[in-house]
């Protein structure tokens, strides 16, 4: 039996352990035959016999378990290294990414005012009822302040509705003469074709001393912009209203689907609105303490101008991150 020892110290693969244990162990193994030999031996030595025999079984399922274990361990390590995956390897494969739309429509925006002589600012996204409103000219009960649906948080806060409140944050901090816009993402409670309860604006505001500031700077800054992202497009300045500004105006574009002929986009009307703008009003430079300015304000919305330059007809696919949408872009 002792050549059971030397077999098992040299096993080498799992397999042929386990043809050993059945050769030992099994039902008809070594050790059950002799095992069934006792029967033949007289009474003393069947208890000499079954002793020695026992021993023998421990010992070799001793070694036996023994063996498996670093068997299992050896080949788990030779798994592992021949599975092994390098995650830094290149596989050739990978597909460049693209810019999202939104952000190269920013880009476009901002590489145009930058070479105006436009700084750029920023402002945080959850703001006070005060930047958001008041100070906007938009007291507390004034019925504008329904034009947007705000989402406010527990402590008085708010989601900022509008690029807006960055003029105030600006004015408040620096002196004019300021020539700003500020990108970013605005919240609404809005989800239709072409709403989405997050989405960018750009806020520009211009401002210096009385009478240095006038309507016709405001008027050729948003054409030459305008002109910039559409090409050759007619442009009108509608009268409108919003609380920040006075006058104010609503800034069409003639439908580049059709030419300014009246098509489904245009709803007929041969033009597209896209931005608000106007003179700032007295009020809003009351609130930062500015005393003897001019200025002007303007906003627009991102992802108008986007799914109009893009011609993308549902806005809630640019947020879905389907790559089928983004690969468009490359
Ligand atoms: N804040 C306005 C909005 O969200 C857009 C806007 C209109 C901004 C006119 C302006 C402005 O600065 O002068 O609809």
Request: a neutral charge.
């Amino acid at each position: 039996m002792l050549n059971y020892e030397d077999k098992i110290k040299n096993l080498s693969t799992l397999k042929e352990l386990e043809e050993l244990r059945v050769e030992i162990f099994g039902k008809k193994g070594v050790l059950a035959e002799k095992f069934s030999k006792l029967k033949t031996l007289s009474k003393e030595e069947k208890k000499r016999v079954a002793k020695e025999l026992n021993e023998i079984k421990e010992r070799l399922l001793f070694l036996l378990n023994e063996k498996r274990a670093f068997l299992e361990d050896k080949e788990l390590k030779e798994r592992m290294k021949k599975e092994a995956i390098d995650v830094t390897l290149f596989d050739g494969k990978s597909e460049s990414g693209a810019l999202h739309p939104i952000f190269s429509m920013i880009d476009k925006a901002v590489d145009f005012f930058i070479s105006m002589g436009f700084s750029i600012e920023e402002g945080p996204l959850i703001e006070e009822e005060f930047y958001n409103f008041e100070a906007l000219n938009l007291p507390k009960y004034h019925p504008a302040r329904e034009m947007q649906d705000t989402f406010f948080l527990k402590d008085g806060k708010l989601l900022r509705t509008q690029t807006s409140p960055v003029q105030i944050r600006v004015m408040q901090k620096q002196k004019p003469p300021i020539k700003l816009i500020s990108p970013g993402a605005v919240f609404r409670r809005d989800y239709d074709l072409t709403h989405t309860p997050m989405f960018h604006q750009i806020e520009g505001l211009v401002v210096d001393k009385e009478g240095k500031v006038s309507f016709s700077n405001l008027k050729y800054i948003l054409e030459e912009f305008l002109r910039y992202i559409f090409g050759d497009v007619k442009i009108r300045f509608r009268p409108s209203f919003f609380p920040f500004t006075e006058p104010s105006a609503e800034v069409d574009i003639s439908c580049i689907f059709c030419n300014g002929e009246g098509c489904r986009v245009c709803k007929k009307t041969g033009w597209l609105e896209v931005l608000g703008a106007g003179m700032v009003d007295p009020n809003v430079f009351e609130a930062v303490g500015y005393k003897n300015v001019s200025g002007y304000a303007f906003g627009m919305g991102i992802e108008r101008l986007a799914m109009l330059y893009y011609r993308v007809p549902d806005l809630r696919t640019m947020f879905e991150g389907d790559l089928r949408l983004l690969e468009q872009f490359k």
